[in-house]
T-cell receptor, first 114, second 114 residues
Framework: AQTVTQSQPEMSVQEAETVTLSCTYD???????LFWYKQPPSRQMILVIR??????QNATENRFSVNFQKAAKSFSLKISDSQLGDTAMYFC???????????FGAGTTVTVRA | DTGVSQDPRHKITKRGQNVTFRCDPI?????LYWYRQTLGQGPEFLTY????????KSRLLSDRFSAERPKGSFSTLEIQRTEQGDSAMYLCASSLSAGGDEQFFGPGTRLTVL
C-alpha cells in the first residue's frame, strides 16, 4: 500500500506572501498520479492541482504550483501571493492509474493572516 | 449540475442506534466512493462502486457497515449498532473514470455517536 506523508501539521503565512507545503510518498510504481486537495473550514474538498508522474513538467494552476521530484518521491505545493481565501486544510493524495482509491496524507492546516 | 450532495449534513445519535446516509453523485459519473475522515486526519477509503456494483470494501468497513447503490445512481451507507468510534465525517465522492481522473467530493455527513 502507498503511504503519503505530510510533515507539517500547521503553517501560517502573511497575506500576499508565499508558502510551501511538503509531501512525500512511498511507492514502487513508475506511473501514478498525485493531487493536492483543499478543504476550507466546514466546506467541501476541492481539487487544487494534479500531476501525472510520467510528465516531468511541474503542474501550475494560477497561484498554485508544484515541485515534483520523482526520484526523491517528493511533491510540494507552493502557494504564491497568498489570499485570505486560501485558509484551509491541504491534503496531498496519491493514486495508481488502474486504482480507484486515493491515499491521503494527514493534511496541513494553512492559515493566511491579514 | 450542482456537484455531489450528501444528506444529512450532521447526525447525532446514541450508541447502538442505526443510521443511514445518502449520497447523490454528479449525474454522469458512474464511479462512486465513500471515505471516512476523523478529526485532523486525511480521508480513508471505505468502499467503491462502479455503476451499481460494489467492487471493493476496505477492512475499515466492519460487518456493521453496509453500502448500496441501487440502479447505479444515488448511494446509501448504513451503520448498524453505532459505536462511539464511528464518530467521524463520512465523505462521498464521484468520478467519470478511475485512476487519475478527478474525484469530486461532497460536503460530507458528520456523525456524532453519544
Amino acid at each position: 500500500a502507498q503511504t503519503v506523508t505530510q510533515s507539517q501539521p500547521e503553517m501560517s503565512v502573511q497575506e500576499a506572501e508565499t508558502v510551501t507545503l511538503s509531501c512525500t510518498y512511498d511507492t514502487s510504481e513508475n506511473n501514478y498520479y498525485l493531487f493536492w486537495y483543499k478543504q476550507p473550514p466546514s466546506r467541501q474538498m476541492i481539487l487544487v492541482i494534479r500531476q501525472e508522474a510520467y510528465k516531468q513538467q511541474n503542474a501550475t494552476e494560477n497561484r498554485f504550483s508544484v515541485n515534483f521530484q520523482k526520484a526523491a518521491k517528493s511533491f510540494s505545493l507552493k502557494i504564491s501571493d497568498s489570499q485570505l481565501g486560501d485558509t484551509a486544510m491541504y491534503f496531498c493524495a496519491f493514486i495508481s492509474p488502474n486504482d480507484y482509491k486515493l491515499s491521503f496524507g494527514a493534511g496541513t492546516t494553512v492559515t493566511v493572516r491579514a | 449540475d450542482t456537484g455531489v450532495s450528501q444528506d444529512p449534513r450532521h447526525k447525532i445519535t446514541k450508541r447502538g442506534q442505526n443510521v443511514t446516509f445518502r449520497c447523490d453523485p454528479i449525474s454522469e459519473h458512474n464511479r462512486l466512493y465513500w471515505y471516512r475522515q476523523t478529526l485532523g486526519q486525511g480521508p480513508e477509503f471505505l468502499t467503491y462502486f462502479q455503476n451499481e456494483a460494489q467492487l471493493e470494501k476496505s477492512r475499515l468497513l466492519s460487518d456493521r457497515f453496509s453500502a448500496e447503490r441501487p440502479k447505479g445512481s444515488f448511494s446509501t451507507l448504513e451503520i448498524q449498532r453505532t459505536e462511539q468510534g464511528d464518530s467521524a465525517m463520512y465523505l462521498c465522492a464521484s468520478s467519470l473514470s478511475a485512476g487519475g481522473d478527478e474525484q469530486f467530493f461532497g460536503p460530507g455527513t458528520r456523525l456524532t455517536v453519544l
